[in-house]
């Protein structure tokens, strides 16, 4: 049989299961990727399981989100991070290395490999032809013990790109078109596959840019092929003999397939507040904007930056706009050195900062009270930039540029200019001094963990109860991301392994008493949320499910849920489940109290579960756990799992 990119890779890593659309499979897992905001956690998770080593090909630890040192607990996670790589024996990239996801790609990633990472945009590895996902920490803390990765096959979503991208249109505004036409859930269940003649104007830094934001449509991965474009790749990172070839069999076919025309493309913004408000830049232009922010792992390309400074150079950006560049590695930062863009970019009045995350996740940069910020990141979700009443855009370099010269919204065909041709350098400044080398085993054995005061341990939680009664305490909309559940920011992220103090901002954006009501009856048996379409879109921040679990969260009733975050509260014991008539969202109020009876007879049982809400009826809801899944839930949890595994085996 004909297969297609992602068919192959599921079929060569299939370790259980059979590759039905919806089913769980279980994939083997070559590689994995954390960074240190989830990373902390995945080590705590190793530790707690007594992993002595590793046993994937390669596995990469990150440091570049929490980067801002203004008391110990940044650096404080940054060593114990490095003490966690030496012991586990993983590689360790430095503070100041970069953004995992384009690091990852140059100098680990391989064509026709597998990864989870804890972090979303795992999947931008997928721009050289791996079968890369994003998942909760739990998940990838097994895969790096050697344990399979379960997900539900997708359906594979064919997207042919024909014709060739027009000037001032670059790979942001073709994942920008694909928000445009399907919204933030267009991607959900699915995995993105691009192929078509279209391809050869994408070189696979543009593929990653495409890539990452697949995260943004709620896809469980993108996939591209490993071709001429990816060798060429691998010959420049001077990495040739990693390369392969991998591509779709002719005649493969999709579960679905669409077309998209390059030549007919124009420049594309997400307005506020979600990456799926998309719309031509004409129709914006010449609001005033405060902000242009060039970087993170959505435009980390080194042509995604020559082409500000060619666009700025020997000018002046407008007088009122902060232009802020956020180099996504440090081998971009060394290019742009050599090749004197840098010099442009700050001649124009670009603030650098260092090589990493940064203001993507809220970490620095906030935008002034109800100011225009336009950014090159992936996402826009309410209060993410870390200003509360925030108004941020997602657009490509070129239209972030073009506006930081004119002060307002600008289409870049209306600049006048010529489009600039950029260049890559010919032998980019490849230095590995940063990325530390896993140690021998005998080393690694005698590696203390190095703990600072801010570094607790994860809590045991009691297996799920056969019935509940739990009061609503929250009911929210649609369309909540993670990072309305649990903010990043410079105020929250320094307790990403810290339980105790990051549960207390849980859901602040939204509700800043839901901490105190949650924690006033958690001893009395916890509460439960309602929640709209597509709960828990956005990051893979397992923290999202555990601190409201540790404030007493034992189940969320939601219309539909995002992938990553639905995984997660199935991991810490979260019972996730779905209405089956969207009306019942209407009749469940913030007051109300629901019923949950005999849980261990019937979820391993059937689907349906009855609710009743006390004084009201009862409603039907459903969940979809998979035979393990209901496990882990029975269990309480993930960790509870693995250990009555262990114990069976012993
Ligand atoms: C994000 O882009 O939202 C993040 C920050 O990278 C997250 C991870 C995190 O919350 O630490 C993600 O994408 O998973």
Same mark, same amino acid.
């Given at each position: 049989?004909?297969?297609?990119?992602?068919?192959?890779?599921?079929?060569?890593?299939?370790?259980?299961?059979?590759?039905?659309?919806?089913?769980?499979?279980?994939?083997?897992?070559?590689?994995?990727?954390?960074?240190?905001?989830?990373?902390?956690?995945?080590?705590?998770?190793?530790?707690?399981?007594?992993?002595?080593?590793?046993?994937?090909?390669?596995?990469?630890?990150?440091?570049?989100?929490?980067?801002?040192?203004?008391?110990?607990?940044?650096?404080?996670?940054?060593?114990?991070?490095?003490?966690?790589?030496?012991?586990?024996?993983?590689?360790?990239?430095?503070?100041?290395?970069?953004?995992?996801?384009?690091?990852?790609?140059?100098?680990?990633?391989?064509?026709?490999?597998?990864?989870?990472?804890?972090?979303?945009?795992?999947?931008?590895?997928?721009?050289?032809?791996?079968?890369?996902?994003?998942?909760?920490?739990?998940?990838?803390?097994?895969?790096?013990?050697?344990?399979?990765?379960?997900?539900?096959?997708?359906?594979?979503?064919?997207?042919?790109?024909?014709?060739?991208?027009?000037?001032?249109?670059?790979?942001?505004?073709?994942?920008?078109?694909?928000?445009?036409?399907?919204?933030?859930?267009?991607?959900?269940?699915?995995?993105?596959? +691009?192929?078509? =003649?279209?391809?050869?104007?994408?070189?696979?830094?543009?593929?990653?840019?495409?890539?990452?934001?697949?995260?943004?449509?709620?896809?469980?991965?993108?996939?591209?092929?490993?071709?001429?474009?990816?060798?060429?790749?691998?010959?420049?990172?001077?990495?040739?003999?990693?390369?392969?070839?991998?591509?779709?069999?002719?005649?493969?076919?999709?579960?679905?397939?669409?077309?998209?025309?390059?030549?007919?493309?124009?420049?594309?913004?997400?307005?506020?507040?979600?990456?799926?408000?998309?719309?031509?830049?004409?129709?914006?232009?010449?609001?005033?904007?405060?902000?242009?922010?060039?970087?993170?792992?959505?435009?980390?390309?080194?042509?995604?930056?020559?082409?500000?400074?060619?666009?700025?150079?020997?000018?002046?950006?407008?007088?009122?706009?902060?232009?802020?560049?956020?180099?996504?590695?440090?081998?971009?930062?060394?290019?742009?050195?050599?090749?004197?863009?840098?010099?442009?970019?700050?001649?124009?009045?670009?603030?650098?900062?260092?090589?990493?995350?940064?203001?993507?996740?809220?970490?620095?940069?906030?935008?002034?009270?109800?100011?225009?910020?336009?950014?090159?990141? =992936?996402?826009? +979700?309410?209060?993410?930039?870390?200003?509360?009443?925030?108004?941020? +855009?997602?657009?490509?370099?070129?239209?972030?540029?073009?506006?930081?010269?004119?002060?307002?919204?600008?289409?870049?065909?209306?600049?006048?200019?010529?489009?600039?041709?950029?260049?890559?350098?010919?032998?980019?400044?490849?230095?590995?001094?940063?990325?530390?080398?896993?140690?021998?085993?005998?080393?690694?054995?005698?590696?203390?963990?190095?703990?600072?005061?801010?570094?607790?341990?994860?809590?045991?939680?009691?297996?799920?109860?056969?019935?509940?009664?739990?009061?609503?305490?929250?009911?929210?909309?649609?369309?909540?991301?993670?990072?309305?559940?649990?903010?990043?920011?410079?105020?929250?992220?320094?307790?990403?392994?810290?339980?105790?103090?990051?549960?207390?901002?849980?859901?602040?954006?939204?509700?800043?008493?839901?901490?105190?009501?949650?924690?006033?009856?958690?001893?009395?048996?916890?509460?439960?949320?309602?929640?709209?379409?597509?709960?828990?879109?956005?990051?893979?921040?397992?923290?999202?499910?555990?601190?409201?679990?540790?404030?007493?969260?034992?189940?969320?009733?939601?219309?539909?849920?995002?992938?990553?975050?639905?995984?997660?509260?199935?991991?810490?014991?979260?019972?996730?489940?779905?209405?089956?008539?969207?009306?019942?969202?209407?009749?469940?109020?913030?007051?109300?109290?629901?019923?949950?009876?005999?849980?261990?007879?019937?979820?391993?049982?059937?689907?349906?579960?009855?609710?009743?809400?006390?004084?009201?009826?009862?409603?039907?809801?459903?969940?979809?756990?998979?035979?393990?899944?209901?496990?882990?839930?029975?269990?309480?949890?993930?960790?509870?799992?693995?250990?009555?595994?262990?114990?069976?085996?012993?």
């Amino acid at each position: 049989m004909a297969l297609n990119v992602a068919q192959k890779l599921i079929k060569e890593h299939l370790i259980e299961g059979e590759m039905r659309t919806g089913e769980e499979i279980g994939l083997k897992i070559d590689q994995t990727l954390t960074q240190d905001a989830t990373g902390t956690l995945v080590m705590l998770e190793l530790e707690a399981m007594g992993i002595d080593r590793v046993k994937t090909e390669a596995s990469a630890q990150y440091v570049d989100h929490n980067l801002i040192q203004v008391d110990h607990k940044n650096p404080d996670d940054h060593l114990f991070l490095e003490s966690a790589t030496r012991r586990f024996g993983v590689y360790f990239s430095k503070p100041g290395n970069g953004v995992s996801h384009p690091v990852h790609m140059q100098r680990i990633g391989k064509p026709g490999k597998t990864m989870v990472g804890s972090d979303s945009h795992t999947c931008a590895a997928g721009s050289i032809g791996m079968l890369a996902m994003g998942a909760g920490g739990m998940e990838v803390a097994l895969a790096m013990a050697g344990k399979p990765f379960y997900v539900k096959m997708p359906e594979i979503w064919g997207v042919k790109l024909t014709g060739e991208l027009p000037e001032w249109v670059s790979a942001k505004d073709v994942i920008l078109e694909l928000l445009r036409r399907h919204g933030v859930k267009g991607g959900v269940g699915r995995i993105i596959e +691009f192929y078509g =003649p279209g391809l050869k104007c994408l070189g696979a830094m543009d593929r990653h840019v495409i890539a990452n934001m697949g995260a943004e449509l709620g896809a469980t991965t993108t996939v591209f092929p490993s071709d001429e474009e990816v060798r060429k790749f691998f010959e420049l990172e001077e990495r040739a003999g990693d390369w392969k070839e991998l591509k779709a069999d002719k005649g493969a076919t999709y579960d679905i397939t669409e077309e998209m025309d390059l030549s007919s493309l124009e420049p594309l913004i997400a307005k506020p507040t979600s990456p799926g408000n998309v719309v031509p830049v004409r129709e914006v232009a010449g609001e005033p904007i405060y902000q242009a922010y060039i970087g993170s792992s959505a435009n980390p390309g080194y042509r995604d930056f020559a082409i500000v400074a060619e666009m700025v150079k020997g000018r002046q950006v407008s007088s009122n706009v902060s232009l802020d560049i956020n180099p996504a590695s440090r081998q971009l930062l060394s290019d742009l050195t050599k090749t004197g863009l840098l010099f442009e970019l700050i001649q124009a009045g670009g603030r650098l900062h260092q090589a990493g995350c940064n203001g993507c996740i809220g970490m620095g940069q906030a935008p002034a009270t109800g100011k225009n910020s336009l950014r090159t990141t =992936p996402r826009n +979700f309410p209060g993410r930039s870390g200003t509360k009443e925030d108004s941020v +855009f997602l657009c490509s370099p070129e239209t972030a540029a073009a506006s930081a010269l004119t002060g307002k919204i600008t289409d870049p065909r209306d600049l006048g200019m010529d489009y600039p041709q950029v260049e890559l350098p010919e032998h980019p400044t490849i230095n590995n001094e940063l990325l530390e080398k896993p140690l021998p085993l005998e080393q690694s054995r005698k590696t203390e963990l190095v703990k600072g005061p801010n570094i607790s341990t994860i809590p045991e939680f009691e297996p799920l109860p056969d019935s509940m009664e739990l009061p609503v305490i929250f009911k929210v909309g649609d369309d909540i991301s993670t990072d309305e559940i649990l903010a990043g920011g410079g105020r929250v992220l320094p307790f990403r392994s810290n339980l105790e103090e990051i549960s207390k901002f849980t859901f602040e954006i939204l509700d800043d008493t839901y901490y105190k009501r949650a924690m006033g009856i958690r001893e009395q048996g916890g509460h439960v949320i309602i929640g709209g379409n597509n709960y828990g879109q956005g990051s893979s921040r397992e923290h999202a499910a555990l601190a409201p679990r540790y404030l007493g969260l034992r189940c969320v009733i939601a219309k539909d849920f995002a992938r990553i975050h639905w995984q997660n509260l199935v991991n810490f014991g979260v019972l996730p489940i779905e209405f089956i008539h969207e009306e019942d969202y209407e009749a469940i109020d913030d007051e109300d109290t629901l019923l949950v009876k005999n849980l261990h007879t019937t979820l391993p049982k059937a689907n349906e579960i009855q609710v009743e809400v006390k004084g009201k009826g009862t409603i039907n809801a459903r969940h979809s756990l998979s035979k393990r899944q209901v496990e882990v839930m029975l269990a309480g949890g993930l960790i509870n799992w693995v250990k009555q595994g262990e114990a069976a085996v012993q």
